[in-house]
């Protein structure tokens, strides 16, 4: 299957402190990128949609000042977590969907960022 | 709400036996249908897809999926302890403008009893 990078894996910040984590698609072209976000025993919650070179598409309730998604390329989307609070700790995955062999529909996921603000 | 409902478990078999999950949706016109393994901690994995009514075989995994009754459903032969995971069911809806998003269930917890 096709091959979606997170970095960083886990990062510990101070309130108040900004956040970047990066997505990249290493062996496809990802037209789209989704933002999830996982909270311990729950489900996986959509955050947003970006295809590249156009504004990423929010899901209600998500705060898009506050979470800010660019998806630059076709192999590079990043998540910007502004001014975080310990409420924003969470397991943040993103998952990338292209043309990969003869599946377009498929969607693989990183390996997810752990972010815990203290 | 397009919704995808699946039992949350959890779900033990011995090991070496049939492991069967079950999965429905409720938007008729999906024509995208997903497994993933998740295991605690980690992200999800795919591991079958499937398009067609009927089934898919992969190793020892087997997708089934009927369009009519709106079920989707994944067998796991000879289960293994290392299957014991967390299982997804992913339908890809359409959500506007020409784009489309998996809905996940909720998830299956199985556990693989040596």
């Known amino acids: 299957g096709a091959v979606v990078s997170q970095h960083p894996s886990r990062v510990i910040c101070k309130s108040g402190t900004s956040v970047k984590i990066e997505c990249r698609s290493l062996d496809f072209q990802a037209t789209t990128m989704f933002w999830y976000r996982q909270f311990p025993k729950q489900s996986l919650m959509l955050m947003a949609t970006s295809n590249e070179g156009s504004k990423a598409t929010y899901e209600q309730g998500v705060e898009k000042d506050k979470f800010l998604i660019n998806h630059a390329s076709l192999t590079l989307s990043t998540l910007t977590v502004t001014s975080a609070h310990p409420e924003d700790s969470s397991f943040y995955i993103c998952?990338?969907?292209?043309?990969?062999?003869?599946?377009?529909?498929?969607?693989?996921f990183g390996p997810g960022t752990r972010l815990t603000v203290l | 709400q397009k919704e995808v409902e699946q039992n949350s478990g959890p779900l033990s078999v011995p090991e070496g036996a049939i492991a069967s999950l079950n999965c429905t949706y409720s938007d008729r016109g999906s024509q995208s249908f997903f497994w993933y393994r998740q295991y605690s901690g980690k992200s999800p994995e795919l591991i079958m897809s499937i398009y067609s009514n009927g089934d898919k075989e992969d190793g020892r995994f087997t997708a089934q999926l009927n369009k009519a009754s709106q079920y989707v459903s994944l067998l796991i032969r000879d289960s293994q302890p290392s299957d014991s995971a967390t299982y997804l069911c992913?339908?890809?809806?359409?959500?506007?403008?020409?784009?489309?998003?998996?809905?996940f269930g909720k998830g299956t917890k199985l556990s693989v009893i040596p």
């Open positions: 992913a339908v890809n809806t359409y959500s506007g403008a020409g784009s489309y998003q998996l809905t």
């Open positions: 998952s990338a969907r292209g043309i990969s062999g003869n599946s377009y529909n498929e969607q693989f």
